[in-house]
């Protein structure tokens, strides 16, 4: 089953996740905004991982003092598609 998620980020550069999942896999990835070269390669890393897997690494992670991150915010993102 595809899901196409357009997460809004809260808390970090990036103003938009759009993140795209087939059967549990992580296909697309795009951040809207934010350092390019770390939310490129945050993206490009992610895509073909499960989606759990994804989730595992990523959530929790804090840019500097902030509360959250972009790979946070992904987390988020792909814990939406896991609720639809």
Do not use: W, Y
Not at 4 to 21: A, N, P
Not at 59 to 65: L, P, Q
């Amino acid at each position: 089953m595809k899901k196409h998620i357009e997460h809004k980020t809260s808390g970090t550069c990036s103003r938009m996740i759009i993140v795209d999942v087939e059967d549990d896999v992580v296909t697309d990835c795009k951040f809207v905004g934010g350092c390019a070269g770390n939310t490129l390669g945050v993206a490009s890393l992610v895509k073909g991982m499960k989606v759990s897997e994804a989730i595992s690494r990523l959530k929790g992670i804090k840019c500097g003092f902030k509360k959250t991150s972009c790979p946070d915010q992904l987390a988020l993102a792909l814990e939406e598609a896991l609720a639809q």
